[in-house]
């Protein structure tokens, strides 16, 4: 398998793993707040890998030579975009607010990349992009109003975040690893977002059977594993291609919505999540195509 396929592959695994995300906070008790689901999941995902770096021998040697003011930076990115999804998701839904946070990703992972690194996605990312947000805006229904506004907003925000967090990371992997890096990360954001424990109803996370699966699969799954393979998988493609294919996110968490919460699932809503599949598979087979024209070159 090539590399940019196992990247391809690992960032598909980590989507699959997010898209449960706000599954788990409408099943979550009553009294579950973003920012409390927000610190149990970095929280929960940080013991997680650091439970596993010192089975694997993975823990830094020396902590004042690593990069700290990139991982603060990665740190910062997405404790702001964690706030802003599970607050507009709470409101707007599982999957409009899954479409319009990573839908919005691939756009300003383009944006980012120009203008910071002048680099211009190859030719299957506009055709890939132009289906999923189509998709994306077929799954949302075109249901925007001024007072929904705000929280799209929000949930922007989430996006932006989202593809400034896939664009660092990229230098910490070559650095440190992704599950080391990654770990330090939610560490950093459990022990910052901390306050929030003695401000807000915990109860919840241990009182109930279904408290503790929502904390224990939101931690693990959605933070400890998603966070590690979407970090592992960003290093060996580009930070556009990534957050591309981050859109079979919003894709899988509307076909969990209407699995398992039992939202609407309309024929614009199909539409939007074959659309998205397409888009998947153009990337996939651009990207794949791309790389053997690369290797051509080099022969030559």
Not at 26 to 32: K, N, Q, R, T, V
Not at 164 to 185: F, R
Not at 258 to 267: D, G, R, T, V, Y
């Amino acid at each position: 398998m090539s590399q940019s396929i196992k990247g391809i592959v690992l960032v598909l695994v980590s989507a699959l793993f997010f898209s449960v995300s706000g599954t788990l906070q409408a099943l979550a008790p009553e009294g579950a707040t973003p920012y409390v689901i927000t610190e149990i999941r970095m929280l929960i995902g940080g013991l997680c890998l650091v439970f596993w770096c010192l089975l694997s021998k993975k823990m830094p040697k020396n902590w004042s030579k690593l990069p700290w003011k990139t991982l603060f930076i990665c740190a910062f990115f997405l404790l702001v975009g964690q706030l802003c999804f599970f607050t507009g998701m709470l409101y707007l839904g599982v999957a409009a607010g899954a479409v319009i946070s990573i839908g919005s990703a691939p756009i300003f992972a383009a944006i980012i990349g120009f203008v910071c690194f002048k680099k211009v996605p190859v030719f299957s990312w506009y055709i890939a992009t132009a289906l999923a947000i189509t998709g994306i805006v077929c799954i949302n229904g075109l249901n925007i109003n001024i007072n929904r506004m705000a929280l799209i907003g929000l949930l922007l925000m989430d996006g932006f975040t989202y593809a400034c967090y896939i664009t660092m990371s990229e230098k910490l992997t070559e650095e440190l690893g992704a599950d080391t890096a990654v770990m330090i990360i939610l560490i950093l954001i459990a022990i910052v977002l901390s306050p929030v424990l003695y401000f807000f109803p915990v109860a919840w996370t241990w009182s109930s059977l279904n408290g503790i699966a929502v904390s224990i699969g939101i931690g693990v799954l959605t933070a400890g594993c998603a966070f590690t393979f979407l970090t592992a998988g960003s290093r060996l493609i580009s930070p556009t291609v990534a957050s591309t294919l981050c859109l079979a996110e919003p894709m899988a968490a509307t076909c969990w919505g209407i699995f398992l919460l039992h939202e609407e699932a309309s024929a614009l809503t199909l539409t939007g999540i074959g659309l998205i599949l397409t888009s998947i598979v153009i990337l996939v087979l651009g990207q794949s195509v791309s790389e053997k024209k690369g290797k051509t070159c080099e022969s030559r």
